[in-house]
């Protein structure tokens, strides 16, 4: 599951434990991204937004997260982020039959067309489209086949809204895990945002 996890919140988390037990998946590997190339706003280091996410998600033995965005150099393409996660799983395996998922939410699922080599995505990894409120769970018009959308709880939770509620003195609590909302307080962040 990619994001910008800016910060990570219990909408990520739900969608992430609700497409593991459809999918029967073993684990849900979080790639917070390093420079998003699509979003204007600067971003918070990648290291508090790695750091977030392991707080998030250390207790759950299902998931884990994967540094290889945040250390490659220059924007993250969704191509590759997968193609160095099966590597190193191809590495570690022999021999793979691993089979690859990846989970968006359905604004996110809407862009795909717009994404970096979409075929390369399609070849590597079956995409699973989450719904989200505020956003239709259409069809992104890709072939047969290759996504899979499902329904999962509803959160109307948002990273940008937290910041935005941070940044007005408003609560975050049980938006996100305590663990979070401790970094945030502890270092700062989103203090003077207003995105
Ligand atoms: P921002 O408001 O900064 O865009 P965000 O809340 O959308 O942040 P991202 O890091 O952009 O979080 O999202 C990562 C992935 O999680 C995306 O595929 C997004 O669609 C999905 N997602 C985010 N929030 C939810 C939610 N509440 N329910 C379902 N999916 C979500
Ligand atoms: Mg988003």
């Given at each position: 599951?990619?994001g ?6 219990h909408g990520?988390?739900?969608?992430a ?7 029967d ?27 977030m ?17 945040i ?12 193609r ?25 699922l ?14 590597r990894?079956?995409?699973v ?20 959308m ?6 109307a ?7 935005t509620?941070v ?10 895990p ?16 207003n995105?």
């Open positions: 599951m990619g910008t996890f800016d910060p990570i919140h990520h988390l739900v969608a434990s609700e497409v593991a037990h459809r999918f998946l073993q684990r849900v590997i979080f790639t917070p991204t390093g420079i998003p190339w699509h979003k204007t706003r600067t971003t918070t280091p990648g290291e508090d937004r790695y750091l996410t392991v707080i998030a998600t250390a207790a759950d033995t299902r998931f884990e997260v994967s540094r290889v965005d250390d490659r150099d220059g924007p993250t393409y969704t191509v590759d982020t997968l160095d996660l099966q590597s190193a799983f191809a590495a570690e395996h022999a021999p793979d039959t691993a089979e690859w998922f990846f989970i968006t939410g359905a604004d996110a809407a862009d795909i067309v717009g994404w970096h080599d979409p075929d390369g995505i399609i070849e990894a079956h995409l489209g989450v719904t989200r409120p505020g956003h239709q769970l259409t069809d992104p018009g890709l072939p047969e086949g290759v996504v899979t499902i329904e999962i709880p509803a959160l939770i948002s990273s940008s809204d937290i910041r509620r940044a007005a003195g408003k609560p975050i609590d049980y938006l996100v305590e663990g979070v909302s401790r970094w945030i307080r502890k270092h700062g962040l989103y203090a003077g945002d995105s």
